[in-house]
């Protein structure tokens, strides 16, 4: 039976160390099992690679990526809005793909469409953070920045914006986009990004939210061609 699973929203770095464990956790039991991990954006809670230096935040995490990968898991990493730089690292130290965005894959002969979701909420602070954050000029003029001082700043500036709160006002949005994917010809639509886990079936495929791993420790999962959502086993309630 095939396994690949999918995962946003993990905020690694944000101040909420038992989260941090049970996803550590989660991680260390996909290894000999996965087939490939993908994961839907926002797994730190910043992330930003100068040319000699990485946050620190997160080694934990880093250590059980590398040891999938290891093990023979393929692992893609898409953008969400709080991973700003990609400079190589993750593929060079680590073997995770790092394909930007979104990314249309084909899986278990599904057509299966990924992404972190951001760039449908519309929200002023979302909009233009992710803006300023994106912006080639901006980044190359923060690689300047001592790293202790940039990597510090920037976990400051990601703070005062992010919402961890469920952004309830996003789902409709966000299964409307899923629906027309699954218009165009995609099986299975992925996201996260809205921190609410959710199903929607279509008459022509499905739409999953993988929720995240700061209240839901929830997933996405595609076993053998058919797509669902799951719960971290240590989720009480």
């Given at each position: 039976?095939?396994?690949?699973?999918?995962?946003?929203?993990?905020?690694?770095?944000?101040?909420?160390?038992?989260?941090?464990?049970?996803?550590?956790?989660?991680?260390?039991?996909?290894?000999?099992?996965?087939?490939?991990?993908?994961?839907?954006?926002?797994?730190?809670?910043?992330?930003?690679?100068?040319?000699?230096?990485?946050?620190?935040?997160?080694?934990?995490?880093?250590?059980r990526?590398?040891?999938?990968?290891?093990?023979?898991?393929?692992?893609?990493?898409l953008?969400?809005?709080?991973?700003?730089?990609?400079?190589?690292?993750l593929?060079?130290?680590?073997?995770?793909?790092?394909?930007?965005?979104?990314?249309?894959?084909?899986?278990?002969?599904?057509?299966v469409?990924?992404?972190?979701?951001?760039?449908?909420?519309?929200?002023?602070?979302?909009?233009?953070?992710?803006?300023?954050?994106?912006?080639?000029?901006?980044?190359?003029?923060?690689?300047?920045?001592?790293?202790?001082?940039?990597?510090?700043?920037?976990?400051?500036?990601?703070?005062?914006?992010?919402?961890?709160?469920?952004?309830?006002?996003?789902?409709?949005?966000?299964?409307?986009?899923?629906?027309?994917?699954?218009?165009?010809?995609?099986?299975?639509?992925?996201?996260?990004?809205s921190?609410?886990?959710?199903?929607?079936?279509?008459?022509?495929g499905?739409?999953?939210?993988?929720g995240?791993?700061?209240?839901?420790?929830?997933?996405?999962?595609?076993?053998?061609?058919?797509?669902?959502?799951?719960?971290?086993?240590?989720?009480?309630?």
């Amino acid at each position: 039976m095939s396994a690949h699973y999918f995962v946003a929203d993990g905020h690694v770095g944000a101040g909420f160390p038992e989260a941090e464990q049970r996803l550590t956790q989660f991680l260390e039991t996909l290894v000999g099992r996965a087939d490939s991990l993908y994961i839907l954006g926002d797994l730190f809670e910043f992330w930003f690679e100068y040319q000699r230096a990485i946050p620190r935040h997160g080694f934990q995490v880093m250590a059980r990526l590398a040891e999938l990968t290891r093990a023979g898991t393929r692992i893609v990493y898409l953008r969400g809005n709080h991973d700003f730089w990609f400079r190589g690292f993750l593929e060079r130290e680590l073997g995770v793909e790092t394909p930007g965005d979104e990314l249309a894959a084909e899986i278990d002969g599904r057509r299966v469409f990924l992404a972190h979701g951001d760039g449908l909420d519309k929200g002023f602070v979302p909009r233009v953070f992710r803006r300023l954050m994106r912006s080639r000029m901006n980044g190359a003029l923060y690689s300047l920045i001592h790293p202790d001082v940039g990597i510090g700043l920037a976990q400051w500036v990601a703070g005062r914006s992010r919402d961890l709160e469920a952004k309830l006002y996003l789902c409709e949005d966000m299964a409307r986009f899923a629906q027309a994917k699954l218009g165009q010809g995609f099986d299975i639509v992925m996201m996260g990004h809205s921190h609410v886990p959710e199903t929607r079936q279509f008459t022509n495929g499905i739409y999953v939210n993988v929720g995240d791993w700061i209240r839901s420790f929830s997933y996405g999962v595609i076993r053998d061609g058919a797509a669902g959502l799951e719960f971290s086993a240590e989720e009480k309630g």
